[in-house]
């Protein structure tokens, strides 16, 4: 059964007949290096195959999926989203393994940015995690570009491991003067320094919305002084979809640079910068 795809990737549930590459991965002391259990026999990978086969027991919508090369059709991993309890509280973790045969092409950062798309948008998840043997500065660096940030250092019966946490970032739709706008949450930081131009756009399909309000503490590190190319992308892909945007600064809520200044001139009527949000609607709805 197909859970989701990415431009290279296939995410499936696992079958009887991937038990052998997934038994080359699990008994490859490199691959298990940060594992605490380290490497797997026949027998064992065989048992964890089949707990997946039909995705987690008690949670069927989650599990460990086959992870499929696209361009060869070659098993190179198995990723998904597994439940866990953490001091009392029901998590929900980012898994990724990728064949060491296929690293440093950032299939692990593919894979897990999809599976947090997945989590939040079809399975509608408040927030979630990835857990990180210390040491393991791959799969921190992935962590970090899927938008999760350090929230704990703890330890359990297996031993010492990182805790990296993301919540859910939210846009809801506002139609006011026959206007339907998606907006922001005022002091919630809701686009990261990635992906921000299409996590705005895929919740612009799903609303039917043609235009975006939101305010500065929404918008990613670098996008008022154009330190980052965020806000350039943003507004250039915005455009391309005909979707307008408004942004409210508040007063000293943040410096503009002089180059931002001229990149508002350009975005004209399809990207503007306003002193509170009724303003910014009177502009959505002129």
């Known amino acids: 059964m197909r859970i989701l795809e990415t ?48 995705g987690h027991p008690r949670h069927p919508e989650l599990g460990l999926w086959a992870t499929v090369h696209k361009p060869d059709g070659r098993f190179v ?19 990724y393994m990728i064949d060491k045969a296929f690293w440093g092409q950032g299939l692990a950062t593919e894979a897990g940015k999809a599976l947090v ?3 939040f948008t079809t399975l509608n998840l408040a927030r979630l995690i990835c857990l990180v043997t210390p040491g393991n500065a791959a799969s921190v660096a992935v962590a970090r570009r899927i938008g999760m940030e350090l929230e704990a250092e703890q ?31 005022q002091g919630q930081r809701l686009l990261g320094a990635t992906d921000a131009a299409r996590d705005v756009i895929e919740a612009c399909w799903s609303n039917n919305a043609r235009a975006v309000l939101l305010y500065a503490e929404n918008m990613p590190p670098g996008f008022f002084d154009l330190s980052t190319r965020v806000a350039g992308e943003l507004l250039q892909k915005l455009q ?9 600064v508040a007063p000293g809520g943040a410096t503009l640079s ?29």
């Open 7 to 54: 431009e290279r990737l296939l995410l499936r549930h696992l079958e009887p007949g991937d038990l052998d590459e997934l038994y080359r991965l699990y008994s490859d002391p490199v691959m298990r290096r940060f594992y605490p259990e380290g490497v797997l026999s026949y027998a064992e990978t065989r048992e964890e195959l089949e707990w997946f086969l039909h």
């Open 77 to 95: 991993g198995r990723c998904g989203l597994l439940p866990w309890s953490i001091e009392g509280r029901a998590e929900v973790e980012v898994a």
């Open 117 to 119: 798309r997945y989590g």
């Open 155 to 185: 330890e359990d019966e297996h031993g010492p491991y990182l805790l990296f946490a993301r919540a859910r970032e939210e846009l809801f739709p506002a139609a006011e003067d026959g206007v339907l706008a998606l907006e922001g949450r």
């Open 240 to 248: 391309n979809y005909q979707i307008r945007l408004a942004v409210v």
């Open 258 to 286: 002089s180059r931002f200044g001229e990149f508002l001139v350009e975005g004209g009527r399809d990207f503007g910068v306003f002193a509170s949000r009724a303003a910014a609607r009177a502009w959505l709805s002129a």
